[in-house]
């Protein structure tokens, strides 16, 4: 089966044309929405999820998607990664409505249990320079669980249009990735092939 492929510039430009003709916030929620419908697929009843946030919107569609689980009854805790609260403003609604709907926040996972899904919602196409301090930590974690691994749009780490690891330290290593609009070409190509897992794709 065919899968879209947009280099990053064409990509924005088909998010600010979407973000155009959508209310705000709607394409997240979409994504939300859609991320937490292909989860369920991988969890059983009640399943427990825990989903590593960033303070982009990468961790806002993260949020979004945790709030979906939860009301589908699946037990979830999201990890805000690298400061108290996200800074883009899409994510800081959908982190305030993931509290708002009583959805457990933490700011480091070494204390939680096994999951049944482990998420990468740190970063997305968004990062671009070497891993270091909280998003480290955070990846270097997400790499020894043994749950079923899980990114969103992009695996923390990896450069999207080349899928080579930005700087020496890997990023994470997961079993799927959910393209959200677009695939990226990195998820096939170098060490993207392996850190991707499978892919599939979200046209929103």
């Avoid at 403003?89 to 204390?111: C, H, L, T, Y």
Wanted: net charge negative; glycine share 12%.
């Amino acid at each position: 089966m065919a899968i879209t492929l947009l280099p990053l510039d064409a990509l924005s430009d088909v998010e600010r044309r979407q973000a155009s003709v959508l209310e705000p916030g709607e394409l997240m929620e979409r994504a939300g929405h859609d991320i937490a419908e292909r989860l369920c697929r991988e969890l059983p009843e009640h399943g427990t999820v825990t989903i590593l946030c960033g303070t982009g919107n990468n961790g806002g569609d993260g949020f979004t998607a945790a709030r979906h689980l939860k009301a589908r009854g699946h037990e979830v805790t999201c990890v805000m990664v690298g400061a108290d609260a996200p800074r883009a403003d899409e994510a800081k609604n959908a982190f305030a409505a993931w509290k708002s709907a009583g959805g457990r926040i933490v700011r480091e996972p070494d204390a939680l249990g096994h999951a049944d899904i482990v998420v990468d919602a740190m970063l997305g196409v968004g990062g671009t320079g070497p891993l270091r301090g909280e998003i480290l930590d955070a990846t270097i974690w997400y790499n020894v669980q043994t749950s079923f691994k899980v990114s969103i749009d992009v695996p923390t780490g990896l450069n999207a249009e080349t899928g080579n690891w930005n700087g020496r330290i890997p990023g994470c290593q997961s079993d799927m990735t959910i393209a959200l609009l677009s695939a990226h070409a990195g998820l096939f190509m170098n060490q993207g092939r392996d850190a991707a897992g499978h892919v599939c794709l979200s046209e929103l």
